[in-house]
């Protein structure tokens, strides 16, 4: 009944930052040859060169059916002519982002949360998405873990945020981060780009994901889009999914 198989990247697909193991590999590219399939991170184009795209090489023929949306579907990338090719990209105004960056640190700042060590720099312009990952988002894991593990103090930057960002989406990951999108670009923005661009109906269409809250940022497509889901717990609840959708 499904013609396109929708994922979330990080803890459905592989740990984040991290490659996808070789069972999933195979479960993919099998998946690959029945359906489309698209990913979604929050992360940008970098991550998926490392995640999942190079363990795809050996059978170019796949990659047709595959669409890589980064930075929480706004931009879509897709394998044409022996290379991958920008469909769109929602760059911000440069005024926007100096806006934006300018609010985040004065956040921080304020609310007396800069944390005691950095490995990097806090905020990132990915051009389509700002994100603010304290500590940096290469820094050690267990690190990253300790920082914000009820989220207490992301939630306390966000509702600093949204009042002076009340025209963008302020949504949270796994760890450190906090995402910020214009308010009209979301995961949902991204299925409906997905359904425009294939030409599928929102009955064909599933999402996997990992986490769902209001404040989530897998939370839009549920929210605004009657589509089917499957929320997992962990990397093995993915595979389970993919071998029934294989059968």
């Known amino acids: 009944m499904f013609k396109l198989i929708a994922f979330d990247l990080d803890w459905t697909l592989a740990p ?10 195979l479960l993919f590219k099998k998946l690959l040859k029945k359906y489309k399939v698209s990913v979604i991170s929050w992360g940008d184009y ?12 050996d059978d170019e023929k796949l990659l047709s059916n595959l669409y890589i949306c980064p930075t929480c579907g706004t931009k879509m990338y897709k394998y044409e002519n022996n290379q991958w090719t920008k469909k769109y990209s929602l760059d911000f105004w440069e005024d926007e982002k100096e806006y934006i960056i300018k609010v985040l640190n004065k956040a921080i700042i304020d609310l007396e ?44 930057i966000r509702n600093y945020l949204l009042k002076d960002l ?3 989406d302020i949504l949270l990951w796994w760890s450190t981060s906090i995402d910020i999108t214009r308010s009209w670009v979301d995961k949902a923005f991204w299925i409906e780009k997905l359904i425009e661009y294939l030409n599928v109906l929102n009955e064909e269409i599933i999402f996997i ?5 209001p404040w ?5 497509p549920l929210d605004k889009l009657w589509i089917t889901t499957k929320k997992v717990f962990n990397i093995d609840d993915t595979k389970k999914i993919i071998k029934v959708l294989i059968d």
């Open 16 to 25: 984040s930052k991290w490659q996808m193991d070789s069972e999933m590999v």
């Open 46 to 57: 970098p991550q998926f060169q490392k995640q999942i795209l190079p363990f795809l090489w």
């Open 113 to 156: 949360l800069m944390p005691d060590k950095v490995w990097w720099e806090l905020i990132e312009d990915r051009w389509t998405q700002i994100t603010y990952s304290a500590l940096w988002q290469k820094a050690p894991i267990k690190e990253k873990e300790k920082w914000d593990p009820d989220f207490l103090k992301r939630k306390k």
């Open 166 to 168: 009340q025209k963008y």
């Open 209 to 213: 994901w990992d986490a769902v809250f």
């Open 216 to 220: 989530w940022n897998d939370y839009p």
